[in-house]
């Protein structure tokens, strides 16, 4: 379930309070929803709702959805400062889904995380009102209640894994063409074999979706750079620019000059084959 900015509407916050040691917060019936993230400290957390009760000690990196009706109260550290963020807002009626957790463990890398910072950048900086905070706070109550999508796990000694794992090592400095022969010697694998089971998981070959990557890389550089198609060809591991210029006309129906002028989505032939995942794994898409 997901919500426009137009159907939050946020009743205070965000914002940051510091609790000096042994302070404390209610009772209070809570009139609308608020999140609730530490920063820094520890509290406990009481709560009565709908026949339920119970308790909960928060610590940072930990972010809690408080429900309106809720009968709670907060007791922070005694022993520190502790420093909470907050948002209090309304959603649309029925948008409550029995099954939401109250707290949810966020990571470095959750998008949550991202989100609350933010959240409160943005409070900070431009006020309360202004309309970008009420998606945020729709974005982040998103994830909250349906969980943000995990990827794939890695199972480890997994043949595919070690190959994909092999790649990287061969593209540390730079993406090249990497032999079936090579992946199979790093794998101890025949090729055959790893070329099975390769194509099973991905629909594709090794060789053919190595190359599709090299040449999502290459259509990125060709509309984001002023590098010469000989360079791009070079640097996505093509040494021969007429082959680097077949190969790109053959995946992206256009030559490489042509794509430069008016070429809109490189990833179009990795996602055709859903080789987005693969892509990602390989390069320095993201951080």
């Not at 959240?119 to 900086?125: C, E």
């Not at 594709?204 to 090299?214: C, D, M």
């Not at 060809?233 to 082959?243: H, I, K, M, Q, S």
């Amino acid at each position: 379930m997901t919500w426009t900015g137009a159907e939050v509407s946020v009743v205070a916050g965000p914002s940051v309070v510091a609790y000096p040691p042994g302070a404390r917060y209610g009772p209070r019936r809570l009139a609308d929803f608020e999140l609730v993230w530490l920063l820094s400290g520890e509290a406990r957390w009481t709560w009565r709702h709908a026949g339920r009760h119970g308790a909960l000690t928060l610590r940072p990196g930990e972010l809690l959805l408080a429900r309106p009706g809720l009968h709670d109260e907060f007791r922070w550290s005694g022993h520190r400062t502790t420093h909470h963020g907050y948002v209090h807002f309304t959603l649309p009626a029925g948008a409550e889904p029995v099954d939401w957790p109250w707290r949810r463990r966020l990571t470095e890398h959750d998008p949550i995380t991202a989100l609350l910072r933010y959240l409160l950048w943005v409070g900070g900086h431009h006020g309360a009102t202004h309309p970008r905070i009420a998606q945020v706070v729709g974005a982040v109550v998103d994830l909250f209640g349906n969980g943000p999508l995990t990827p794939p796990s890695r199972v480890r000694h997994d043949p595919v894994e070690r190959l994909l794992d092999a790649v990287a090592t061969a593209w540390a400095a730079g993406p090249r063409p990497v032999s079936l022969a090579e992946l199979s010697r790093a794998c101890a694998m025949s090729p055959a074999h790893l070329s099975r089971l390769f194509t099973a998981r991905y629909g594709t070959p090794p060789g053919v979706a190595l190359e599709l990557v090299r040449l999502s890389l290459a259509a990125d550089l060709l509309v984001r750079s002023d590098l010469t198609v000989a360079r791009i060809a070079r640097t996505v591991g093509f040494e021969d620019p007429l082959y680097f210029s077949r190969r790109f006309r053959l995946r992206y129906g256009q030559p490489p000059s042509t794509w430069r002028t008016g070429g809109r989505d490189p990833r179009a032939p990795l996602d055709r084959r859903g080789l987005g995942p693969l892509a990602w794994r390989l390069t320095d898409r993201h951080p």
